[in-house]
């Protein structure tokens, strides 16, 4: 008995792959972050200034006045924060040693503090002139509202934007190399199932002109060719119930009764839970096409197959079981290219616990896949695991 198992996906270059479709917009908005964030800490630094050093005031002082003052910090250092997060911005994109780097930074710190300061001077003049004059209490002398007490402000701020800054560049990155992973094993699935579709139309061709002869074995080919590419270009989603695959395999077998006549003796048993079970699209027309064409080759006359679809112990259990032994790939010209292919499309969906079996029976070869329902209900499609 030969057994296959099914590998695991290989996981992308920053871990297991991400779910875009629960990401994709929380990382199509860093700058409403940013907003939030900088509202955030200058809302904190307002309250301090407010509840904390206010109630220290001495008497005379007008509370009203002071909270004008405190707004006007507020907004002062909302301002220089955030022209200085763009000059931070474009520092990050420049290729300067990390020391000239970190000296810049160092000096921009410094002038946005003063220009701060400045601002906030500035607003305490159109305070004046808006308000009218205030009390020399409300300047809260006792504070230290200097350009070194802006210094601190700034520089807590500076490292918070840098650890924000980093995390985003973090989060896109991952993002973006999940995508493109998400794009590759998309494009190769499509190519993958892009392979089975010549198979099928050979058979079908073949099929046509061997009946050539006979109006109404052509009449039946032909409809169940047109059925069958009907299923196979009318994918409704990544994910399709086995029964709508069922149906399109009774079409195809219309086709190769045709070509086989009396030597194909194949019947199709698929229970009504396993019809409604979610799989990959032509999960079980590879392991059908094993058999009609490698089945020949050693079994008697007349070729039987048996297609069995259960669900059993929570497994969905699909099998395809045909008269005659077992064909090493590699001999007798056989390649081995469907039972590859399937292999690799079940590891791009994200199949880990599939489990892919040839063996030997009394019956003949029988050819096997087996899938946890628990796996598929929770779609191991690209676009949703990636």
């Known amino acids: 008995m030969q057994r296959f198992v099914a590998p695991p996906p290989q996981d992308s270059l920053f871990g297991a792959a991400p779910e875009p479709d629960r990401r994709g917009e ?31 005031l001495r008497p005379e002082v007008i509370v009203s006045e002071a909270w004008l003052v ?38 921009v710190l410094f002038l946005a503090a003063f220009l701060e300061y400045l601002l906030f001077q500035g607003g305490l003049l159109l305070l004046v002139a808006s308000h009218g004059p205030l009390s020399s209490r409300s300047y809260f002398p006792g504070m230290p509202l200097t350009v070194f007490h802006r210094i601190d402000i ?14 985003e560049r ?21 190519r993958l199932e892009a392979q089975l579709q010549p198979h099928f139309l050979f058979n079908a061709l073949t099929a046509i002109l061997a009946c050539r002869h006979n109006p109404d074995a052509v009449a039946r080919v032909t409809s169940g060719l ?39 003796d194949c019947t199709i048993a698929c229970t009504r839970e396993a019809r ?13 096409d094993n058999a009609l064409k490698h089945g020949p080759v050693s079994s008697p006359q007349p070729l039987r197959i048996t297609v069995d679809c259960r669900v059993v ?23 081995g290219t469907g039972l590859a292919n399937l292999r690799r499309r079940l590891k791009l969906y994200h ?33 949703q695991r990636i």
């Open 70 to 107: 405190v707004i006007v910090r507020v907004v002062t250092g909302f301002l220089v924060s955030t022209g200085l997060s763009t000059v931070y911005r474009y520092l990050a994109q420049q290729t300067w040693p990390q020391r000239r780097l970190l000296a810049r930074g160092v000096l």
């Open 313 to 335: 112990a929570g497994m969905l259990q699909v099998s395809v079981t045909n008269t005659g032994d077992w064909i090493e790939p590699g001999s007798r010209g056989r390649i």
């Open 26 to 56: 929380e990382a199509d908005r860093p700058e409403l972050r940013f907003w939030l964030a900088q509202l955030l800490f200058w809302g904190v630094v307002g309250l301090t200034h407010g509840f904390v050093l206010i109630p220290y």
């Open 170 to 190: 973090t989060k896109s990155a991952e993002l973006r190399a999940a995508e493109a992973e998400s794009i590759l094993r998309t494009s190769e699935l499509h």
């Open 276 to 288: 409604e079970v979610p799989i990959p699209p032509m999960l079980v027309s590879p392991l059908l």
């Open 154 to 167: 700034l520089t807590v701020w500076s490292l918070l934007f840098i650890a924000f800054f980093q995390a």
């Open 226 to 264: 047109s059925e069958h590419l009907r299923y196979c270009l009318g994918r409704q989603g990544l994910l399709e119930p086995l029964g709508r695959e069922i149906d399109a395999l009774e079409q195809y077998l219309h086709v190769q009764r045709a070509r086989f006549g009396p030597n194909l």
């Open 351 to 383: 199949l880990e616990q599939a489990i892919l079996t040839c063996e030997t029976t009394s019956a003949g070869v029988q050819v096997r896949v087996t899938l946890p329902l628990s796996t598929l209900a929770a779609g191991g499609a690209p676009e």
